[in-house]
């Protein structure tokens, strides 16, 4: 079997990028990406400057690729039926209901695949986990496939993305690695060298990790679990620093230096946001319960404990800034997203500032330069709901808000600044003429270290960085 046509169940962060590089790298193959929401097929159809998904040099593939050998529709039934390959690239968030409620994957999303990929089936298939899936989760698409279809033969491979947001494409063109988990059968090794043949255009052949289907789907886990282990080690760390007059950002330069520690991954901030690092660690923590693992499930939960502690200072840092006057202040955050380059807000730490914030009785301004006021009138939503505040005091907390379309505006008619996302156009500005503009008590929160300290507070500013007294 030849594969001449992939279709991909899924067309958001992971999905659309993903196939749009597969559909770069391999312009003999028709790459269909499939979703049941219709409104974001037709804008991943749409306008180049309005794909769902923002991703530096993304855009200037999909102009390459789109209507070449590259699709976006919903016909999910043909699409199946007419591809030798098709990914599973859904999303599968944390259960809010049910058994493992508040830490297992919720699978709706993927049996749903599974049994569709089962039902309009007329020939075999190679079907790929691209989700991040609990470990065992490829027996469970195996008998659904087999139960919902008897005639064909499926052979299911975990081949799980490791790309980041704001980064994607680049780490989907020089991938550290990529993980290929299958069957140790004639069938599951012919499955394995198809998925490799396609990597294997751009990726080098020692990159190309063959595993069991387990230690894939266990590896993205893992490999996610330990990213954010570091973070909230680090931001453990700033909590000391602040006690003790050590500079966070000394600390971690001499720590990363040692080569067994390397580098990467030790920026403290206000917290980690992102879709995947709390539910896959909850997900681990899931399982690692369900193995009656106790002392491992409560070593990775710690991660998220830190995690939310390191937010909540940055709240108690506002309060006690403005001596607990909230209802008296207002407050702008620059940065929604859950860090740069992306316009995804999922999980993101400014969602909790902004709710905490706002429910202790301040006045909120946003600036963020990707997310739509839109998607942040609906987090602050969730948040509110999250805390028990429903309509008509939720409604009466949102008018408090205002989302601006400059950065200089939300700040100087604020009393308070807090800097949560990283982004390049917060970075080397004249941010002190800007800040000499702010109402009193001209008050800065520097959650990612990006100004200068030293300086700001030698002129006269009140100003709180991460771990650096
Ligand atoms: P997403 O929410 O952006 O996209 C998932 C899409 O799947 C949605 O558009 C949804 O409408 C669609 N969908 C769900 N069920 C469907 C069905 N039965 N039929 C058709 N369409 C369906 O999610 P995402 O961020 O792309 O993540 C997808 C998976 O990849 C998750 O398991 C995630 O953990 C993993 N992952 C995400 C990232 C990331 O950076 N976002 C990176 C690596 C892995
Ligand atoms: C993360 C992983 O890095 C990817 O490998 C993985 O594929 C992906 O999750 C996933 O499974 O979804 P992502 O969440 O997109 O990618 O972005 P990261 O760069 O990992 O950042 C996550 C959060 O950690 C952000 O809020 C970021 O600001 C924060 N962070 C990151 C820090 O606070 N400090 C750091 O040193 C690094």
């Given amino acids: 079997m030849k594969i001449k046509n992939i279709a991909c169940i899924g067309a958001g962060f992971v999905g659309g990028p993903t196939m749009a590089v597969i559909a770069l790298k391999c312009p003999e193959i028709k790459v269909t990406v499939l979703d049941s929401n219709e409104s974001k097929i037709n804008s991943w159809n749409g306008n180049l400057d309005k794909l769902p998904v923002y991703e530096p040099g993304l855009s200037e593939i999909i102009a390459k690729v789109r209507n070449k050998n590259l699709f976006f529709s919903t016909d999910i039934k043909n699409t199946i039926n007419n591809s030798e390959m098709i990914f599973m690239a859904v999303n599968t968030p944390t259960k809010d209901k049910g058994l493992g409620k ?24 190679i079907v790929i986990e691209k989700s991040t899936l609990p470990v065992k989760t490829a027996e469970k698409v195996k008998q659904i496939l087999n139960q919902s279809n008897k005639k064909n033969h499926f052979e299911v491979l975990s081949n799980p993305e490791f790309l980041a947001e704001g980064t994607a494409i680049n780490d989907l063109f020089k991938s550290d690695r990529v993980i290929i988990g299958g069957d140790n059968s004639d069938t599951g090794k012919v499955a394995i060298a198809k998925l490799k043949e396609i990597y294997q255009r751009w990726i080098p052949i020692n990159k190309i990790l063959l595993t069991n289907v387990w230690s894939s789907e266990l590896s993205k886990l893992v490999s996610n679990a330990m990213l954010a282990q570091r973070i909230s080690s680090i931001n453990s760390i700033s909590s000391i620093c602040e006690k003790t007059g050590a500079d966070i950002l000394e600390i971690a330069n001499a720590v990363g230096m040692d080569k067994r520690i390397g580098p990467e991954f030790l920026k403290p901030s206000i917290g980690f946001g992102g879709s995947c690092f709390k539910k896959d660690i909850l997900n681990l923590v899931y399982i690692a319960r369900t193995y009656d693992l106790n002392e491992v499930a409560d070593y990775w939960e710690s991660v998220i404990l830190i995690n939310n502690y390191q937010t909540n200072r940055v709240s108690d840092k506002i309060k006690e800034f403005l001596n607990g006057e909230l209802n008296k202040n207002t407050i702008s955050i620059l940065g929604w997203a859950f860090k740069k380059n992306t316009n995804d807000s999922r999980e993101s730490a400014s969602i909790q500032i902004a709710s905490n914030s706002l429910i202790s009785g301040g006045s909120i301004n946003i600036f963020d330069p990707m997310v739509s006021k839109d998607k942040i009138y609906d987090d602050i939503n969730r948040a509110l709901v999250k805390n028990k505040i429903f309509k008509p005091k939720a409604d009466k907390l949102i008018s408090k808000v205002k989302i601006y379309n400059n950065k200089y505006d939300a700040v100087i008619e604020s009393n308070l600044s807090v800097f949560c996302t990283e982004w390049d156009e917060f970075k080397n500005m004249d941010w002190i003429r800007i800040f000499q503009n702010m109402k009193e008590p001209k008050t800065i929160i520097d959650g990612r270290n990006i100004l200068n300290k030293e300086e700001l507070s030698e002129i006269g500013f009140k100003i709180y960085s991460i771990g650096q007294v």
């Fill in 102 to 125: 508040g830490y297992a994957a919720d699978l709706s999303n993927i049996e749903k695949c599974a049994k569709e990929i089962g039902k309009y089936s007329n020939s075999d298939k």
